[in-house]
């Protein structure tokens, strides 16, 4: 074969679909040569038609990623932007926490998304973000958005995946510690929404309802919410009361379910009191019902908050017909759930069981008509994994993939089977595979993997501890993300990396669904610049100026010492990447201003003398003398 048609040695050829549509038929026989197998056109097993060698992992210069990833920062706040399966960090956002690169919590418009208290500075400054998922249409990603929550303020941020920033935080009322999040994947009342329009959180530490002072001992005081944001507003729409606390949360395909596996389900108000029981759960909500009881104004508000509260307490949901919760018994503290991608399975992972426990879907739909006698006959499988099982991924095979924490492990399991070795058929092989990872796994996500089109192609894992993998840097060691090769039926560790803990979780879609913009536009800003200017009223000024390469539109401007500054900045440049910065020196500011972006920033100008506001973004041969003097007058 040529050596061209070698996409690892020719990096125009994954560049573009149509480049891609040519390696799967034109050029099929020249790459099975080159040790690339490839889907051949009415191939009848999917093993075979996503089989990709582990040579694929690695990513020449000048080639692009098939994958996009998108992982959180953990308690850097942050997320981050991977390609995959290089695991090349592209972009890295400020989302809960400022960032000194972009201005995020600096600028105006920032900071307005964050949070301001009165005196304008930012309300938190630290975030610990936690689980990112993206938007839904027609079962699969559409590349609309991505969601993220914040541990530590109880905040659930968007991020635009057509520029890849945050544009609303929500901060969710009456929550402390929101921990599981999960966009729904369709309405389930209108057929026509066949898309993202709800967002849920579970909420992890209970806390005394409302929250002021009162009840601080007293048990029967506490609770936890479960929250649904709506997609498009992100704003609260409605909180569900449960008994227990909230881990993680999991929506399925039909819209008409979303769960959270559970511990503390004693409703102890202290550590000790949260593990007597054998059994927490995970349970169920039916969101129809729940905004039914809503809309029919059967619920409570919390304090000051006007968002409406159901009761979804064992205690009111006796009748399975009427019951808004179901919570269906899993052996105890029980970690992480996933729907499995063909819609049929929610899975529960043991952590201080060896067990994952899978609930059959249409069964608790069953329970909600009244046709099951108790919650537990919900339960179709509860194979035994190994120790420590926390995250579920799937290969879109019927294969599930569960991370071990304490066996430092992945196993690979068959989900029909450990069905039928449920029912008693002893001869069903559950266990397919076992790796050894490094070290201690948590999070897991494969290709598309809770989606409809799970592809089973490649699966990361968030590995907590790297020990002895990378050279050593002091006390604190990075995490190690490694990637994993599933298109065979035995997994293969392809590569690893080491990355700034501590990403909690990611997901990794197809590149084609997201389709970025790189250039704004000026309509999108109602305070773009037209023209050049500095407007005063009182001691409150504000400057107006723009940026073209390699100038700034003022060369220099004054202003009087106690003035209350607004410095307004568009980039008039229309050409891709041709970013510029703002920096003031002694004044705390920096941010960018992207193809025809709008920003501002508000400062008080104390300190007479001259700054030299520098462009601190490489933009231009003349970058060096992009420049204004602001003059603070005495
Ligand atoms: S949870 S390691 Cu915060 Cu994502 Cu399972
Ligand atoms: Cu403009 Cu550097
Ligand atoms: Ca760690």
Redesign the pocket.
Known sequence: MSKDNNPNKNPELLQDADRRKFLNTAALAGLAGAGLSVGLAGCKKPEEAVAVKAADAHIEPGQLDPYYGIWSGGHSGEVRILGIPSGRQIKKLGVFVPDAMSGWGITNESKKIMGTKPDGSLLYTTGDS??VHGSYANGTYDGKYAWVND?IHSRVARIRLDVMECDKITHVPNVQGI?GIFPDKRDPVDPNLNRTTRVFVGMEFHTPLPNDGRDLDDPSKYGCLFSCIDAETMEMRWQCRVDGNM??TATSFDGKLAACNQYNTENGAHLEDMMSLEHDACVFFHVERIERAVKEGRFTTIGDSKVPVVDGRKEANKDPRAALTCYVPVPKNP??VNASPDGKYFICSGKLSPTATVIDLALVLKWYNGDLKEPRETVVAEPELGLGP??TAFDGRGNAFTTLFLDSQVVKWDVEAAIKAFKGDKAAKVVVDRLDVHYQP??INASMSETMEADGKWLCVGC?FSKDRFLPVGPLHPENEQIIDITGEKMKLVHEAPVHPEP??FIIMTRDKIKTRQIYDLDEFPNAVKEDRVERKGNKVTVYMTSQAPNFGLREFKIKRGDEVTLVVTNLDKVEDLTHGIAIPKHDINFIVNPQETKSVTFKADKPGVYWIYCSHFCHALHLEMRSRMIVER
Do not use: R, T
């Open positions: 936690h689980h541990k921990h881990d993680l970690h992480g926390l995250h948590g999070h907590k909690h979780d």
